[in-house]
């Protein structure tokens, strides 16, 4: 098995306006163990998720990859009680933000 990319947790924070903090939260992974190990797995699988995400918004909307960023972080989605796809994606729940992606693409939703 070859080895995934690593992020760039710095890059990542300022693509997505996140501070350490949030980054911590929202990806379950310290501070401090961000800093020390930046290709921890939990860290990694949720920085890809996040990229994963916006690069389908991006692909659906035709828009620039700032409008999926804009979408994932600050819009609350009626199908997710008003939750965004950030706050899904930190729960580990990317396949349910895929899924609605995925109908929105096909007509159903949206």
Same mark, same amino acid.
């Given at each position: 098995m070859e080895p995934k990319h690593l992020m760039s947790p710095d890059t990542f924070m300022r693509e997505f306006r996140l501070d350490w903090e949030?980054?911590? =939260?929202? *990806? *379950?992974v310290s501070r401090a163990k961000i800093i020390a190990n930046p290709d921890d797995p $939990?860290?990694?699988a949720f920085m890809r998720d996040c990229h994963r995400v916006v690069a389908m918004m991006q692909? /659906? *909307? +035709? =828009?620039p990859r700032a #409008? +999926?960023?804009?979408?994932?972080r !600050? !819009?609350?989605v009626q199908a997710f009680r008003g939750s965004t796809a950030l706050e899904l994606v930190s729960q580990g729940r990317v396949s349910t933000v /895929? $899924? #609605?992606?995925e109908s929105i693409a096909s007509g159903f939703v949206g």
């Open positions: 949030e980054l911590g =939260r929202l *990806s *379950s $939990t860290l990694q692909e /659906i *909307s +035709g =828009r #409008y +999926g960023v804009n979408w994932l !600050d !819009d609350p /895929i $899924t #609605y992606l």
